[in-house]
């Protein structure tokens, strides 16, 4: 099993920043993708950025330019740094890793419990 522990959140006004880190622990053998998903009340899950163990990276739309993500694969960690934050960003931000457990390349998703972020305006 994998773990996923997030970190960071909170409270800030519009134009404010703020980060997030999420820790793997467990029995990892490896892990392929990390990101961060959103869920607003009343939407769905959406994604806001992922990277891969290369270090490339994905963001939507709404995020780029704004949000910056990074990973430390020596730390099994993730981060998001949050700029420029606007009301539309508040949500419960869950950390995403895609890992694997035993060198049988077959990767499961996993998630975190989610933390909030709230963007005042």
């Known amino acids: 099993q994998v773990q996923l522990v997030e970190s960071g959140g909170g409270l800030v006004q519009t134009g404010g920043s703020l980060g997030l880190s999420c820790a793997a622990s467990g029995s990892i053998f490896r892990i392929y993708v990390m990101g961060w998903y959103r869920q607003a009340p009343g939407k769905q899950r959406e994604l806001v950025a992922t990277?891969?163990?290369?270090?490339?990276?994905n963001y939507a739309d709404s995020v780029k330019g704004r949000f910056t993500i990074s990973r430390d694969n020596t730390k099994n960690t993730v981060y998001l740094q949050m700029n420029s934050l606007e009301p539309e960003d508040t949500a419960v931000y869950y950390c995403?890793?895609?890992?694997?457990?035993?060198?049988?390349?077959?990767?499961?998703?996993?998630w975190g419990q989610g933390t909030q972020v709230t963007v005042s305006s």
């Open positions: 995403y890793a895609q890992a694997t457990t035993t060198p049988m390349p077959s990767p499961y998703a996993y």
């Open positions: 990277i891969t163990s290369r270090g490339s990276t």
